[in-house]
């Protein structure tokens, strides 16, 4: 299966309003606790630019190559990395493998974590009251952009007026 087909979390920064909603439903499907600090997806904010940007797993599979346990893995069906628990010594060799900085390590559970994609139903999506977050193949991703993008060319997408 190639990048092309995979679903993943696709992100639209410029929508993100730094609620954090995502962070919070993500902690209580896997823990049953609102915490951000156990989320699987994070929301940074960049000072410079003054903006939120939501960050989960892109699926490359380097913390997979990184795992001395041979605990990290991915699903067949989703795609999703997938760590299995009972395996990972949290050595924090992945952490240390992820170029985006989205594996860390459970503070109670001493397991590594990682976005799971809610088994194909991430609930950081659904929940997302802005839609900066889109569970789709990159290729949709681009075809949803560019609709977008032409919608508000052509006056079907109004902006909000502005504040007097």
């Known amino acids: 299966m190639s990048i092309q087909q995979i679903k993943r979390i696709q992100v ?4 993100c309003n730094g609620c954090r909603i995502c962070e919070l439903r993500c902690s209580f499907q896997h823990d ?16 410079i630019e003054g903006i ?3 960050k989960t797993c892109v699926i490359c599979g380097k913390c997979i190559e990184s795992c001395p346990e041979v605990a990290i893995s991915k699903n067949e069906i ?14 924090q060799e ?16 001493n397991v590594a974590i990682t976005c799971d994609l809610c088994s194909g139903n991430p609930q950081c999506v659904k929940y997302c009251p802005e839609e900066a977050l889109h569970y789709m193949t990159t290729k949709d991703f681009i075809s949803y952009k560019q609709k977008e993008k032409e919608d508000k060319e052509s006056g079907k997408i109004k902006r909000p007026p502005a504040v007097q």
Not at 12 to 15: A, D, F, H, V
Not at 78 to 91: F, L, V
Not at 94 to 109: F, N, S, T
């Open 12 to 15: 639209q920064k410029e929508k």
């Open 32 to 47: 049953l606790v609102y915490s951000p600090s156990i989320s699987r997806i994070n929301v940074y904010k960049e000072e």
């Open 52 to 54: 939120t940007i939501p």
């Open 78 to 91: 989703t795609g999703a990395i997938e760590i299995n628990e009972e395996k990972c010594t949290g050595c």
């Open 94 to 109: 992945c952490v240390l493998a992820c170029p985006y900085g989205v594996m860390k390590i459970h503070p109670e559970m």
